[in-house]
């Protein structure tokens, strides 16, 4: 079965810090490009993130740039997000995405989505 699972989510305190992990399967996580996309409550889906096949290239959406760290663990089918300096409106639903290449391209290009994890921002 080809599936990603999010995990990580939870509840952390303005300025603090939280790390996603996507554990995928059923396809060989090596050779395609991932993606990290978030929906804030009431809000549509938001691009955060991605990397490319090998990870050494990440892109970063302007709103979590220099807070947000994307990174992958190919040998353990494992993708990560490090998330620093949290903010309220991080508040969301995070979703890993698999590209259809091994490069990082338009959202429209995402084939298959985890189930999300949540993330709460909150004092």
């Known amino acids: 079965e080809v599936q990603l699972v999010e995990s990580g989510g939870g509840l952390v305190q303005p300025g603090g810090s939280l790390r996603l992990s996507c554990a995928a399967s059923?396809?060989?996580?090596?050779?395609?490009?991932m993606s990290w996309v978030r929906q804030a409550p009431g809000k549509g889906l938001e691009w955060a993130s991605a990397?490319?096949?090998?990870?050494?290239?990440?892109t970063y959406a302007d709103s979590v740039k220099g807070r947000f760290t994307i990174s992958r663990d190919n040998a353990k089918n494992t993708l990560y997000l490090q998330m620093n300096s949290l903010k309220p409106e991080d508040t969301a639903v995070y979703y890993c995405?698999?590209?259809?290449?091994?490069?990082?391209?338009?959202?429209?290009?995402?084939?298959?989505w985890g189930q999300g994890t949540l993330v709460t921002v909150s004092s």
């Open positions: 995405a698999k590209y259809r290449a091994t490069y990082y391209s338009g959202p429209r290009y995402l084939e298959l």
């Open positions: 059923g396809f060989t996580f090596s050779s395609y490009a």
């Open positions: 990397i490319n096949s090998g990870g050494g290239s990440t």
